[in-house]
């Protein structure tokens, strides 16, 4: 499980939609042979919300819709 939350991060990116810690489950099982608990997933997602919160990024990981998705910042809005 190196780099799991590297892993995820990519999961999330590259959905269209918002992503499930069930998805992220299911997908590195089917590719990797994982079996990473929910908690596991919940403390990395923890950690890549607060990473993305700095001031450097345009964007953040937000919770909606049952899961999660990358989303443009407020302050970005008129930008996009």
Do not use: N, R
Request: charged letters at 30%.
């Amino acid at each position: 499980m190196e780099m799991l939350k590297q892993h995820i991060e990519a999961i999330i990116f590259t959905s269209e939609q918002p992503t499930t810690i069930k998805d992220i489950q299911e997908c590195l099982m089917t590719t990797y042979g994982w079996q990473i608990l929910k908690e596991e997933i919940e403390k990395e997602m923890e950690a890549i919300v607060e990473k993305y919160k700095a001031d450097m990024f345009s964007f953040e990981l937000a919770a909606i819709a049952g899961g999660w998705h990358f989303m443009t910042k407020k302050d970005y809005y008129p930008t996009v």
